[in-house]
């Protein structure tokens, strides 16, 4: 090949390299899959009618949302770590708000396994942190319902010897006093900056 060929194909080879960067470059990376943690959700449509117990059997439904600002969190109570240190998160951040906030506050923990999660675990389970959490339970269907309103993803592990993990979505859900969602945070999200928005949902609502 004579010398301007060589000068010719190294010029396009140089273009065709630079074009191919530059639409890389264009790539939105919000286009990119999510881990479960932090899963995407649609701000239209969360949240809707459901019917579970507390861990005293006590009837909680989408009406007692109204009156209070709620914050929902899903999890399971034998969950090794994201649902522990999630709870923290949130025991941290109600600590530091005042006596009269925190009575215009109700917290739910929903479980989401059904099948050993029972009254006399979870309570035993949620006792070792902020005492206004309250521990949601139902049979499978009233669960299954409860998580596609609230568009969590669950995937339960292979049992070995009855014992295996959920891999689930990891949100707080803020609820207004009218028992709407109005927005959701990361379970990762620092107490301060629960307490942040919790202090901000008290006053507008």
């Keep these: 090949m004579s010398t301007r060929g060589i000068i010719i194909l190294l010029f396009f080879s140089f273009v065709l390299f630079i074009v191919s960067l530059y639409a890389i470059m264009r790539i939105d ?15 239209a449509a969360v949240g809707g ?20 600002i709620s914050l929902m969190y899903f999890g399971y109570g034998h969950c090794p770590d994201t649902c522990p240190a999630a709870l923290h998160n949130i025991t941290e951040a109600l600590n530091m708000l005042q006596p009269a906030e925190l009575s215009s506050l109700q917290i739910f923990f929903i479980t989401l396994d059904p099948e050993r999660d029972n009254a006399s675990y979870l309570k035993k389970f949620i006792s070792g942190f902020h005492s206004k959490i309250i521990a949601l339970i139902g049979s499978p269907e009233e669960i299954a319902k409860i998580s596609k309103e609230y568009k969590v993803y669950s995937s339960k592990g292979a049992s070995s010897g009855g014992e295996y993990l959920i891999d689930h979505s990891s949100l707080i859900y803020l609820m207004g ?3 709407k969602y109005i927005l959701h945070l990361s379970s990762s999200t620092p107490p301060t900056e629960i307490s942040t928005e919790l202090k901000k949902l008290l006053t507008s609502n």
């Design 29 to 43: 990376p919000g286009s990119k899959p999510k881990p479960s943690s932090n899963v995407s959700i649609s701000d």
């Design 49 to 68: 009618d459901f019917k579970l117990f507390d861990t005293s059997g006590n009837e909680v439904t989408q009406e007692s949302l109204k009156g209070k």
């Design 177 to 179: 006093k009218d028992g």
